[in-house]
């Protein structure tokens, strides 16, 4: 009875330490929040993980799937250039960075690049030339410095038990809105594409830039009266600086 009564304890005991088990996360990152100040001028994210030995590793970052609203530019009567139409992009992050490592396969970078993000987005507009406008779409995102295919390097360590410790190091841009964006890593091998792991970003604003937008969007009446007082002040020191030096120079 008491060997039973033992054998059950052990049981009770080794269940929870059974079921509460969590893995290591596959990809790590630093560091895992992003605070917008006002000094923040972008910043490079170091991302760890592992990869099997001979494979090529390709990192990304991307914000959540987004709407955007832009107006199609053209030549009104073949001579003047203006808006001509509206034409809304679904689907699209807001930013989409990716790394990888110098021996990856073109085909693989554009397939998991921004070439490849084009099969993701979706366009609502009067101009049958579709992929056309896609095309244009990512051209002013990378302008834009939010689109970019080489966007840091990824560097491997020494192989141990079939597995390669890799190293990529993102530069996310200064233009960065607070949200959560993902981050992906792939390994590329024998033109066969793995998915390694992936985890999350967030990105915050702090200090004066928390507190502007805050008054913004939850107190916008008095954040209205604010910088109407604030342009009155710089208006007349402006003023009284400009009369000033005119004086000066009579």
Known sequence: MRRVLLVLTLCALLVPATAFAVEPPAVTVTPAAIRIGALYDGIA???TGKAPAGAQVAVRLSGEPDTFHMKQKGKALGVLWMNLAKVTFTGAPKVFLIAASAGLPEASLDHLGIPGLAERITVDATSPDKAGLIKEFLHYQRSEKLYKDHAGTVTFGPEADGMRPF????????RLSPGTYSVEAFAVKDKAETA????????SFVGVPAFMANMAFNHGLLFGIMASIIAIIGGFVIGQLCSGSK???H
């Open 45 to 47: 994210l170091t991302v």
């Open 167 to 174: 190293t990529a190091v993102l530069h996310v841009p200064s």
């Open 196 to 203: 390694l792991g992936e985890t999350d970003v967030t990105a």
């Open 247 to 249: 004086s000066g120079a």
